[in-house]
């Protein structure tokens, strides 16, 4: 039988790539989203919201009772944050913290079980690079993604003797819809960050727009699919991108602060 592949967050941008190129491979794919909209040709579409225990199980248990198991979770599904943080509203910080980490997070503790009984499972979440590095303006983004690599760190470890594998891929700015579906803090008139917090928001459209290809991450997780042991992480990117997370290791915290900074313009 071919695998079964569960993705979230596949109406549009990595996973909805992702869902494509693996049902054309001859992977069995339901893919997932808040509101599905229409069915496509060679896989299913179902309602899943990250942020509500019920729709994670019912999800799942969908799933598991069409066609009885779950071979690969990738947990895609995420949304976009901007802003200073003095200005950024909490309860929006919550919001992105309730779909990119503990959205995610109750998505794996939903499937581990039935993984478990399967004994084995690949569980591939999607993160950042902006997850490797506090950046200027996306700084609760980051967080999001640095806390979700962390966490799966430590999940990895805990479930690898189940003979489930655990990695996180972590891509760069990709030509998605990120940009319209993320919640921007207004650039207020008398804001003491309006000038430069507008400039950025302007460098983000614009990485956005020039970003890579989604089929590019879809390609790379069918390879993760197919290693027997995968890595903890993988980073997918431009070579400067990834090059960053290079640099943040080997340099001096202030030095690396100051090509940041440069870079944004701060």
């Given at each position: 039988?071919?695998?079964?592949?569960?993705?979230?967050?596949?109406?549009?941008?990595?996973?909805?790539?992702?869902?494509?190129?693996?049902?054309?491979?001859?992977?069995?794919?339901?893919?997932t989203s808040r509101n599905p909209k229409g069915e496509p040709e060679n896989y299913k579409m179902i309602p899943l919201d990250v942020t509500k225990s019920n729709?994670?199980?019912?999800?799942?248990?969908?799933?598991?009772?069409?066609?009885?198991?779950?071979?690969?979770?990738?947990?895609?599904?995420?949304?976009?944050?901007?802003?200073?943080?003095?200005?950024?509203?909490t309860d929006e910080m919550r919001k992105v913290f309730d779909t990119n980490y503990f959205g995610a997070i109750d998505v794996v503790k939903a499937v581990l079980?039935?993984?478990?009984?399967?004994?084995?499972?690949?569980?591939?979440?999607?993160?950042?690079?902006?997850?490797?590095?506090?950046?200027?303006?996306?700084?609760?983004?980051?967080?999001?993604?640095?806390?979700?690599?962390?966490?799966?760190?430590?999940?990895?470890?805990?479930?690898?003797?189940?003979?489930?594998?655990?990695?996180?891929?972590?891509?760069?700015?990709?030509a998605t819809n990120i940009a319209v579906g993320r919640y921007h803090t207004p650039v207020f008139e008398d804001s003491v960050y309006k000038q430069k917090y507008?400039?950025?928001?302007?460098?983000?459209?614009?990485?956005?727009?020039?970003?890579?290809?989604?089929?590019?991450?879809?390609?790379?997780?069918?390879?993760?699919?197919?290693?027997?042991?995968?890595?903890?992480?993988?980073?997918?990117?431009?070579?400067?991108?990834?090059?960053?997370?290079?640099?943040?290791?080997?340099?001096?915290?202030?030095?690396?602060?100051?090509?940041?900074?440069?870079?944004?313009?701060?």
């Amino acid at each position: 039988m071919s695998k079964v592949v569960f993705i979230t967050g596949a109406s549009s941008g990595i996973g909805q790539s992702t869902a494509e190129l693996l049902s054309d491979k001859g992977y069995v794919v339901y893919g997932t989203s808040r509101n599905p909209k229409g069915e496509p040709e060679n896989y299913k579409m179902i309602p899943l919201d990250v942020t509500k225990s019920n729709s994670i199980k019912k999800a799942i248990q969908t799933v598991v009772n069409e066609v009885g198991r779950i071979d690969v979770l990738i947990n895609n599904a995420g949304m976009g944050i901007t802003g200073p943080v003095e200005d950024t509203p909490t309860d929006e910080m919550r919001k992105v913290f309730d779909t990119n980490y503990f959205g995610a997070i109750d998505v794996v503790k939903a499937v581990l079980p039935q993984m478990r009984e399967q004994g084995k499972g690949l569980i591939v979440n999607v993160t950042s690079i902006a997850g490797y590095m506090g950046l200027p303006y996306r700084g609760i983004y980051s967080a999001t993604k640095g806390a979700l690599e962390l966490t799966m760190e430590a999940v990895r470890m805990e479930v690898k003797e189940f003979g489930i594998r655990v990695t996180n891929v972590a891509p760069g700015d990709v030509a998605t819809n990120i940009a319209v579906g993320r919640y921007h803090t207004p650039v207020f008139e008398d804001s003491v960050y309006k000038q430069k917090y507008q400039a950025n928001l302007d460098l983000m459209d614009a990485h956005v727009d020039q970003g890579m290809d989604p089929v590019i991450m879809a390609k790379k997780i069918e390879q993760i699919i197919h290693t027997n042991d995968p890595n903890v992480h993988y980073k997918v990117g431009g070579f400067m991108e990834k090059f960053s997370i290079v640099l943040k290791r080997l340099l001096p915290d202030k030095v690396y602060e100051k090509l940041l900074m440069n870079h944004y313009k701060l």
